[in-house]
């Protein structure tokens, strides 16, 4: 079983990435993928997709090129790589797990938008000036899967963010919000004939003890592990 995840550009913060999926599935293999390496070709050898954290995608993909001066960390070759990645794996009907900058980019590839600047544009900050962790509660939205997966947990979740979803992507239906409004998590809307798909804006990586992080580790991997199984006999 191959699970691709996203470079972070950050070595620490990809290996926390990579410890909290092995905390689940220390057997699988782990490949890197980023614009540096030009590897989008390693999607066909994938069994699931984790979209993982970092800075903001280019404004104009959701027709906002006149934010540009409101984000931060633009890398617009690795945003076309990923849009790329993404097309394949739902081609491929891999099963994804989007986290953070990754909810945002999946939302964006599905045609989405996102709030520029969270503080600026009238919600609470959800980021602190030293990178500790804000913490808050999780509205969950009843009967979605993450609902099922949180299974009556009083979920409280850290917050690393300036931006998040604004107009949902085709398809997306919102899971749970923070008490200010701001989307924390989507889902497929129409979950029936479509592969898995988890969007939290969240970083369950750095809470791995957290019980809602070990089971959406969980949930992922056994559904990688489902697709490997069903697929095995065409490779």
């Known amino acids: 079983m191959t699970i691709g995840v996203t ?12 410890r909290w999926l092995q905390r689940t599935a220390p057997e699988a293999e782990y490949r890197k993928l980023s614009h540096v390496l030009a590897n989008a070709d390693a999607v066909e ?5 984790v979209l993982t954290g970092g800075g903001d995608i280019h404004p104009k993909f ?13 890398e617009e070759l690795r945003d076309g790589f990923e849009f790329e990645l993404i097309d394949r794996a739902l081609d491929r009907d891999l099963p994804i797990l989007g986290v953070c900058r990754g909810m945002q980019t999946m939302n964006v590839a599905l045609g989405g938008s996102l709030i520029i600047d969270l503080p600026t544009d ?44 604004d107009r949902l992507g085709r398809g997306l239906l919102r899971t749970a919000i923070s008490t200010d409004g701001v989307v924390e998590a989507a889902e497929w809307a129409l979950k029936d004939d479509m592969p898995f ?16 992080s070990e089971r959406i580790a969980q949930i992922f991997i056994r559904e990688a592990h489902q697709y490997h199984h069903d697929h095995q006999h065409h490779s």
Do not use: C
């Open 7 to 18: 470079d972070t550009f950050s070595e620490d913060k990809y290996e926390q990435y990579l």
């Open 45 to 49: 050898l994938l069994d699931g997709l």
């Open 62 to 74: 959701y027709e906002r090129d006149n934010a540009l001066a409101r984000v931060r960390g633009v």
């Open 122 to 165: 009238g919600f609470k900050e959800h980021r602190t000036a030293d990178a500790s962790a804000l913490m808050h509660p999780l509205g969950i939205v009843p009967h979605s899967m993450l609902h099922l997966l949180a299974g009556g947990l009083d979920a409280s979740v850290n917050s690393f963010h300036h931006q998040a979803v």
């Open 197 to 212: 798909l988890l969007l939290v804006q969240w970083h369950p990586e750095r809470m791995p003890e957290d019980p809602l």
